[in-house]
């Protein structure tokens, strides 16, 4: 009798704890107890945005498993629990399942700006760690950020500046008409506006912004106002597999005006193949990029899937192991320590040149960035090597935030 009304009164506290702090007792009696730190790992498999995601989830599972030969952390095993998001209501409910009835410690993942938001406003709420690896909108990082939100995916603005610093080279920008093709969700809407503030800022002019849906599969009405257009420039902001569409399709037309690229990703390509790139595009991580770190885990990948890395990938794998040393040094789960500890500006290796670190006011990671142009069928060394990197943006002799949002272009304020 009294060892089963101890039993009794011991869950009936731990639940009544629970209750008041918002998560329910699960998740509580399961954090109390586990012998495993729990990791949400959130990205959309279905979908325009679904071939990025079957790249994520790829990712951070050879992440977690390496982690776990290793000994873990702090010797304890992680247990990953990945799951579709669908859209932002399934998102936002399933990040709050992972949290109360999983005990997640932390959350991973994302590539919708707008299923990302709703999963930070989760976060938020629970006082929940949240590593965004895909969403770009400079508004997460600007007028949406959020105290328990770190973001391993570049800015819109880092985009922009990353692609448009090459334009400007090229004299592509001054004094040209420009015309976008903008993905119309909250992604796109931030990027037009993001390249609509770079454009004019340096002198050019966009004299048409065609929204797209993004369950769009053809083109032709576009690409005909395209040529009705007759601009200098054509640039998109598009996402997911609009993208791979839109190049493949711009192509069989054969149009004479150059096409340009403020947002992308490397499956993208991979998806048109040989011979349909064309233009100028943005890249925040690639395959041939030769540091050690980076070409060890590009042959660990290369080995276990039978194909290499993109850069969603990328983001994942490096998001799971900066969170992994943060908890090392940290000695600790806990989101509020884990926080504090990245706000200090710790550098870490990102598998590139330079290392990189989170920003404390808007939790945005700084790092290189690249530009892309497709190479020509005879220099493909394989079916994926499809693209010339560029040298790294910023150079070597300039401040890495050089290509970051300022406080002045995205003003940011942690409640």
């Given at each position: 009798?009294?060892?089963?009304?101890?039993?009794?009164?011991?869950?009936?506290?731990?639940?009544?704890?629970a209750l008041v702090a918002g998560i329910g007792a699960p998740a509580v009696l399961r954090a109390q107890t586990s012998d495993v730190i729990r990791v949400g790992h959130l990205t959309p498999l279905t979908g325009f945005l679904g071939p990025l995601g079957e790249y994520a989830v790829m990712s951070i599972k050879l992440a977690v498993d390496q982690l776990n030969e290793q000994g873990g952390i702090m010797g304890r095993k992680v247990e990953l629990i990945s799951e579709d998001s669908v859209n932002p209501s399934t998102a936002s409910s399933k990040a709050q399942r992972l949290i109360e009835r999983d005990g997640v410690a932390l959350i991973i993942g994302e590539i919708?700006?707008?299923?990302?938001?709703?999963?930070?406003?989760?976060?938020?709420?629970?006082?929940?760690?949240?590593?965004?690896?895909?969403?770009n909108s400079d508004a997460l990082r600007g007028a949406d950020c959020n105290r328990?939100?770190?973001?391993?995916?570049?800015?819109?603005?880092m985009y922009v500046k990353a692609s448009g610093q090459a334009l400007l080279r090229d004299g592509m920008i001054k004094g040209k008409k420009l015309l976008s093709l903008t993905a119309d969700y909250a992604f796109g809407h931030d990027l037009y506006r993001v390249a609509d503030r770079f454009v004019t800022q340096n002198g050019g002019e966009f004299i048409a912004n065609d929204l797209v849906p993004t369950d769009a599969t053809d083109f032709s009405a576009y690409i005909l106002r395209i040529r009705q257009a007759q601009p200098d420039l054509v640039i998109s902001n598009l996402a997911?597999?609009?993208?791979?569409?839109?190049?493949k399709q711009y192509r069989e037309y054969q149009l004479p005006f150059p096409i340009a690229g403020f947002g992308f990703d490397t499956a993208l390509a991979w998806g048109a193949g040989a011979g349909a790139?064309?233009?100028?595009?943005?890249?925040?991580?690639?395959?041939?990029?030769?540091?050690p770190s980076s070409q060890a885990f590009t042959k660990s990948f290369s080995e276990r899937y039978g194909k290499p890395p993109e850069n969603q990938a990328w983001g994942e794998f490096v998001a799971m192991n900066a969170i992994a040393r943060a908890m090392e040094e940290t000695k600790s789960t806990n989101s509020d320590d884990l926080i504090q500890h990245m706000e200090k500006g710790a550098k870490f290796d990102v598998l590139k040149e330079r290392e990189g670190y989170f920003r404390d006011w808007d939790h945005q990671l700084i790092n290189e960035m690249y530009t892309m142009t497709p190479k020509e069928k005879g220099q493909m060394s394989d079916q994926w090597d499809?693209?010339?990197?560029?040298?790294?943006?910023?150079?070597?002799?300039?401040?890495l935030e050089v290509i970051a949002?300022?406080?002045e272009e995205n003003a940011c304020t942690f409640a």
């Open positions: 009798m009294r060892t089963d009304l101890t039993r009794r009164t011991l869950l009936k506290g731990a639940a009544g704890t919708s700006s707008a299923s990302g938001l709703a999963i930070a406003e989760v976060a938020g709420r629970t006082k929940t760690l949240f590593v965004n690896t895909g969403c328990y939100m770190f973001h391993v995916e570049g800015a819109n603005s997911g597999n609009q993208i791979t569409s839109f190049i790139m064309q233009g100028t595009w943005p890249c925040i991580w690639y395959h041939t990029i030769s540091t499809l693209m010339e990197l560029s040298a790294a943006v910023p150079g070597a002799d300039q401040e949002p300022s406080k």
